[in-house]
């Protein structure tokens, strides 16, 4: 279980928060005790993640992550070889959920997060979390799938 949530904003500030008896309050950098990475989720501007599910037929999760970024190549503005992507489960019915955003941006994601000391936290798109047709209201918008 997380025991420590991050927000990452457009600009790429990375502002974290632990969880205490009252909520939770903004730390401002980790400290030791046996924290990891992997104990953070880190929240990404959904603004940056493009999602969309999309028939997959792949053999195996090998072939399936190969395939992804063609299989999403026309609603990008980009050439495959430039993006980043990270596939969700199966539907049931040959579909899969893929996020998808540009590799520089994720690139300065994951030198934020090593700089943080947190190269292997878990990253979200808060809209991938989020059921077919639900949305939420954020500072920056409404988001939804």
Request: negative net charge.
């Given at each position: 279980?997380?025991?420590?949530?991050?927000?990452?904003?457009p600009?790429?500030?990375?502002s974290?928060?632990?969880?205490?008896?009252?909520?939770?309050?903004?730390?401002?950098?980790?400290?030791?005790?046996?924290?990891?990475?992997?104990?953070?989720?880190?929240?990404?501007?959904?603004?940056?993640?493009?999602?969309?599910?999309?028939?997959?037929?792949?053999?195996?999760?090998?072939?399936?992550?190969?395939?992804?970024?063609?299989?999403?190549?026309?609603?990008?503005?980009?050439?495959?070889?430039?993006?980043?992507?990270?596939?969700?489960?199966?539907?049931?019915?040959?579909?899969?959920?893929?996020?998808?955003?540009?590799?520089d941006?994720?690139?300065?994601?994951?030198?934020?997060?090593?700089?943080?000391?947190?190269?292997?936290?878990?990253?979200?798109?808060?809209?991938?979390?989020?059921?077919?047709?639900?949305?939420?209201?954020?500072?920056?918008?409404?988001?939804?799938?």
């Open positions: 279980m997380a025991t420590l949530f991050g927000l990452m904003d600009s790429g500030q990375l974290l928060y632990k969880r205490d008896r009252s909520g939770f309050v903004a730390v401002e950098q980790v400290s030791g005790g046996g924290l990891r990475g992997r104990d953070t989720v880190i929240f990404v501007p959904p603004s940056d993640v493009n999602l969309q599910r999309v028939p997959l037929n792949a053999r195996n999760e090998r072939d399936a992550r190969r395939a992804a970024p063609f299989a999403v190549e026309d609603d990008l503005a980009q050439s495959p070889e430039d993006v980043h992507v990270a596939l969700g489960s199966e539907d049931g019915e040959g579909g899969r959920l893929i996020c998808s955003l540009r590799q941006v994720m690139d300065s994601w994951i030198l934020a997060l090593s700089d943080a000391g947190l190269a292997d936290a878990m990253l979200y798109a808060p809209q991938s979390l989020l059921m077919e047709d639900q949305y939420i209201q954020g500072p920056q918008g409404t988001i939804g799938r």
